[in-house]
């Protein structure tokens, strides 16, 4: 089964420092979202990007964060300077196009850690 | 806006134990309800989805979940647990917009951390 695929699998960070979470969607899927996990608290939506623009993106998603999706196939989260408080679990998901009913299928994650 | 709210933080079962972890949502309008299982150094898995009509939806690994809309709830359900079901379980919502689609964003519970002893 096809599966999202993220990387690196844990980055550890100096705070203020630039970081890049890869994320390779399932092929055909057309629709892309970056989640967080702040270690104890909920999965939290980020931002949502779809037709190489973002759809929606929460209060979360300030100006320190950027998605892009460079070549069709990767698909990245930026954080330009971290804060220790961007220590999180980030997970990347996609969902296909075709049908209304589709769910979205999640990637293992990227635990970052700020020190 | 909308939230999800998970009744158990953690759930501790011995094998052949039914199991019903409790999900509620607040949202008036049409959603799409999702349960996810996370085994321990995995990534999120779909365990089942309701869209519409029954709202007995049937997963995978003998899991079920009931929609009652009245309640706004979508109970997860099993009969027997294995040791293998050890994991944790999230109950997450999506709005439908007036076109019946759901391409937007997942709102996630708290997460239901579930322990089976053998």
């Known amino acids: 089964e096809p599966e999202v695929t993220q990387t690196p699998s844990h980055q550890v960070t100096q705070m203020g420092q630039e970081v890049i979470l890869r994320c390779v969607p399932i092929?055909?899927?057309?629709?892309f979202y970056w989640y967080r996990q702040i270690l104890g608290q909920k999965v939290e939506f980020l931002v949502s990007?779809?037709?190489?623009?973002?759809?929606?993106k929460s209060e979360i998603f300030d100006d320190q964060f950027s998605v892009e999706r460079p070549d069709g196939s990767n698909f990245t989260l930026k954080i330009r300077s971290t804060k220790l408080e961007d220590s999180a679990m980030y997970f990347c998901?996609?969902?296909?196009?075709?049908?209304?009913?589709?769910?979205?299928?999640f990637g293992d994650g990227t635990r970052l850690s700020i020190l | 806006a909308q939230s999800v709210s998970q009744h158990n933080h953690h759930v501790i079962l011995s094998e052949a134990a039914s199991l019903e972890l409790g999900c509620n949502y607040s949202?008036?309008?049409?959603?799409?309800l999702f349960w996810y299982v996370q085994y321990p150094g995995q990534h999120l898995q779909l365990l089942l989805k309701?869209?519409?009509?029954?709202?007995l939806v049937k997963g995978i690994k003998g899991f079920e979940a009931e929609f009652i809309k009245s309640k706004f709830s979508f109970n997860l359900r099993k009969p027997s647990v294995q040791w293998s079901d050890t994991a944790e379980y999230f109950c997450?919502?999506?709005?439908?917009?007036?076109?019946?689609?759901?391409?937007?964003?997942?709102?996630f519970g708290q997460g239901t951390i579930l322990t089976v002893h053998p």
């Open positions: 949202y008036g309008g049409t959603v799409n």
């Open positions: 092929s055909n899927h057309l629709y």
């Open positions: 990007f779809y037709n190489n623009e973002i759809s929606e």
């Open positions: 998901a996609s969902r296909g196009g075709q049908g209304r009913h589709q769910p979205q299928h």
């Open positions: 997450a919502v999506i709005r439908v917009n007036a076109g019946g689609t759901s391409y937007g964003k997942l709102t």
């Open positions: 309701y869209f519409s009509g029954d709202p």
